[in-house]
């Protein structure tokens, strides 16, 4: 089992953000309160807010697949606020390799790691 990254990147639809914000504090209170294999979940706006920046880190593919299906209620909303793209470090497990659809995230597995 391999810890994974997640960096999620959003560009605000016009006057959105708001919206964003109050469903983000939802995402935290919920991984705070149900995912415990969430290493890492941060949140960075830019200058003037019409962007930001969501690092996850995860235990294991296990937990990634946990904390999607404990988000998976705001997930939409969430990305009706912004175009939203991203990529996952790591190495996934088969399973959640076959629940990676489309081209988002993007993967990165490892070459050279510390």
Known sequence: M????????????QDRVEEFKRLSAQCMEIVR???????QYDTYF????????????FRDSEALIEHS????????AILETGSVSGELLGE???ELKAKLTGDQPQLFTP???M
């Open 111 to 113: 070459y050279q790691l």
């Open 33 to 39: 309160a149900k995912d415990p294999g969430t290493l």
């Open 46 to 57: 830019n200058e003037d807010q019409s962007e930001a920046i969501v690092i996850e880190r």
């Open 2 to 13: 391999s810890e994974l990254l997640g960096i999620v990147r959003f560009k605000f639809h």
């Open 69 to 76: 299906a404990n988000l998976a209620h705001l997930t939409p």
């Open 92 to 94: 996934p497990s088969a």
